[in-house]
């Protein structure tokens, strides 16, 4: 699980890189649960709320980017 203050060091490429990994390990993750071999059940909603995490940063900085060129 990554905090957010160490999300919002990052610069955004980094954090869409991150964003796409977290992405593929929950389809990974799905696809296990689908095929019957899932046994970290955790490990889905602690990777939904990272991608979440992510999500919320980057809209933050995207914000904070407009706001300053205004």
Not at 24 to 51: H, I, P, Y
């Amino acid at each position: 699980m990554t905090t957010a203050s160490d999300l919002r060091d990052k610069t955004p490429d980094e954090l869409r890189d991150q964003l796409v990994n977290l992405k593929k390990e929950a389809f990974n993750l799905r696809f296990q649960q689908a095929t019957g071999q899932f046994e970290n059940t955790a490990r889905m909603r602690s990777v939904r709320r990272d991608v979440a995490r992510v999500k919320t940063i980057l809209n933050e900085k995207a914000a904070a980017a407009a706001k300053s060129e205004a």
